[in-house]
T-cell receptor
Framework: GAVVSQHPSWVICKSGTSVKIECRSLDFQATTMFWYRQFPKQSLMLMATSNEGSKATYEQGVEKDKFLINHASLTLSTLTVTSAHPEDSSFYIC??????????FGSGTRLTVV | AQKVTQVQTEISVVEKEDVTLDCVYETRDTTYYLFWYKQPPSGELVFLIRRNSFDEQNEISGRYSWNFQKSTSSFNFTITASQVVDSAVYFCALKGGQGGKLIFGQGTELSVKP
C-alpha cells in the first residue's frame, strides 16, 4: 500500500519551454507532499512542501515563480518547471507523508533541458 | 538547525566483506526520527528503516543492522557479507518533531565488487 505514482519518469525539453511533473497517491490521500531535487552525485534537497488546497511553502533559494506547485486534490500534486533552462536539468522526486512519520516516494523524474 | 552528516562519500568493498556506513546527526528536538534509504541506479528511493529518538535498541534485519547511539548522535548502518546487489547510494535522513522536515545526508555510494 501507500504508493505514489510519478510521471513522467524522464523528459527532454527545449530551453524556454515548461514541463509538468505529476505525482499521484494511488491508494491513500496525501494531505502533504514534498518535492525534492537531486543533482548528479548529490543529496536530495527539499524544494517545497505542498498542502492540499493551500499555497506551497518553498525552501529558501527556490524560485516559486519558476517552480509552480499545485496540490488541488488529496491525490494529485504537480510541479511545473517554467521556462526551463539547462541548469534546471536534474532528478525531481516527490514524497508523501504517511502517518507515524513515515514517507513514501515517487520513482522520480529525470529532466534534461537542451 | 538540523543536520545529517555522512562523511564517507564512496566506499568500495569486495563481495562478502562487512561494511559500515556512518551517519551523524544534529538536532535540538527531543523527539525526532531517523531513516536510512537505499537509492539504486534507477533512482527510486527504497526505505530501509525508521527509528524514533526514544528507541535506542539496535535492529537487525537479515544482513542489515543498525546501531543507534544517542550519546554520540550516530545512527550507523552495517551490511554483513555484502553482495553485488547492495551496490547503491545510501542516505541517512532526519525528521525533527512536530512539523519538522525530512532532511538527507550527503549520501554514501557503496560499490560491492565480485
Amino acid at each position: 500500500g501507500a504508493v505514489v505514482s510519478q510521471h513522467p519518469s524522464w523528459v527532454i525539453c527545449k530551453s524556454g519551454t515548461s514541463v509538468k511533473i505529476e505525482c499521484r497517491s494511488l491508494d491513500f490521500q496525501a494531505t502533504t507532499m514534498f518535492w525534492y531535487r537531486q543533482f548528479p552525485k548529490q543529496s536530495l534537497m527539499l524544494m517545497a512542501t505542498s498542502n492540499e488546497g493551500s499555497k506551497a511553502t518553498y525552501e529558501q533559494g527556490v524560485e516559486k515563480d519558476k517552480f509552480l506547485i499545485n496540490h488541488a486534490s488529496l491525490t494529485l500534486s504537480t510541479l511545473t518547471v517554467t521556462s526551463a533552462h539547462p541548469e534546471d536539468s536534474s532528478f525531481y522526486i516527490c514524497s508523501a507523508e504517511l502517518g507515524n512519520y513515515g514517507y513514501t516516494f515517487g520513482s522520480g523524474t529525470r529532466l534534461t533541458v537542451v | 538547525a538540523q543536520k545529517v552528516t555522512q562523511v564517507q562519500t564512496e566506499i568500495s568493498v569486495v563481495e562478502k566483506e562487512d561494511v559500515t556506513l556512518d551517519c551523524v546527526y544534529e538536532t535540538r528536538d527531543t523527539t525526532y526520527y531517523l531513516f536510512w534509504y537505499k537509492q539504486p541506479p534507477s533512482g527510486e528511493l527504497v526505505f530501509l528503516i525508521r527509528r524514533n529518538s526514544f528507541d535506542e535498541q539496535n535492529e537487525i534485519s537479515g544482513r542489515y543492522s543498525w546501531n543507534f547511539q544517542k550519546s554520540t548522535s550516530s545512527f550507523n548502518f552495517t551490511i554483513t557479507a555484502s553482495q553485488v546487489v547492495d551496490s547503491a547510494v545510501y542516505f541517512c535522513a532526519l525528521k525533527g518533531g512536530q512539523g519538522g522536515k525530512l532532511i538527507f545526508g550527503q549520501g554514501t555510494e557503496l560499490s560491492v565488487k565480485p
